[in-house]
T-cell receptor, first 113, second 116 residues
Framework: AQSVSQHNHHVILSEAASLELGCNYSYGGTVNLFWYVQYPGQHLQLLLKYFSGDPLVKGIKGFEAEFIKSKFSFNLRKPSVQWSDTAEYFCARSLHNNNDMRFGAGTRLTVKP | ETGVTQTPRHLVMGMTNKKSLKCEQH?????MYWYKQSAKKPLELMFV???????ENNSVPSRFSPECPNSSHLFLHLHTLQPEDSALYLC???????????????FGPGTRLTVL
């Protein structure tokens, strides 16, 4: 069974549209959750992370994600996307007691100007 | 620029060749990782080193052989690879492997490997 599932392979939006990318993980214990972004031709970089505390996490560039434990979800949101948000987005989880990081297959976001 | 460099950026090799991928981190981290990124598939964690000791080997075939001579350098030695091994190989580093708020993984740009 896949540890991290990202529901959409490719999302196409117009500028100023709102974004929500789905992410579900399959582990019943304590997890740490991450969203990484990979811009065209660039390295993977961290957008935001959840370890504990407030389940609504704010990251860089106006992104946020909400950890909903009952749904095993950590969806990424942005109220108004820009053309420069065109990239591939990866959800990941690690376990609380080790750093076995598992990634989803990624969602490619294309923002049309 | 994340402070993690990888060379070469592109590599084409035959199935009988032997080559090595190199990763270097300038962040003072103690943990380093190799990942494989194939098209349309999740990133796969291959190897983890913490303080130069290998702590994870996720059932990777023996034709991939890692080496970590010190906390700043990580190599992936390749021999008798198969065409299905063609992928982007990513290196990452973190302060250590014990996850906490401060153990974000920083990724290098990757080596695009093509096996003919």
């Amino acid at each position: 069974a896949q540890s991290v599932s990202q529901h959409n392979h490719h999302v196409i939006l117009s500028e100023a549209a709102s974004l929500e990318l789905g992410c579900n993980y399959s582990y019943g214990g304590t997890v740490n959750l991450f969203w990484y972004v990979q811009y065209p031709g660039q390295h993977l970089q961290l957008l935001l992370k959840y370890f504990s505390g407030d389940p609504l996490v704010k990251g860089i560039k106006g992104f946020e994600a909400e950890f909903i434990k009952s749904k095993f979800s950590f969806n990424l949101r942005k109220p108004s996307v820009q053309w420069s948000d065109t990239a591939e987005y990866f959800c990941a989880r690690s376990l609380h007691n080790n750093n076995d990081m598992r990634f989803g297959a990624g969602t490619r976001l294309t923002v049309k100007p | 620029e994340t402070g993690v460099t990888q060379t070469p950026r592109h590599l084409v090799m035959g199935m009988t060749n032997k080559k090595s991928l190199k990763c270097e981190q300038h962040l003072g981290h103690n943990a380093m990782y190799w990942y494989k990124q194939s098209a349309k598939k999740p990133l796969e964690l291959m190897f983890v080193y913490n303080f130069k000791e290998q702590t994870e080997n996720n059932s990777v075939p023996s034709r991939f052989s890692p080496e970590c001579p010190n906390s700043s350098h990580l190599f992936l030695h390749l021999h008798t690879l198969q065409p299905e091994d063609s992928a982007l190989y990513l290196c990452a580093s973190s302060r250590e492997t014990n996850p906490s708020s401060y153990n974000e993984q920083f990724f290098g740009p990757g080596t695009r490997l093509t096996v003919l």
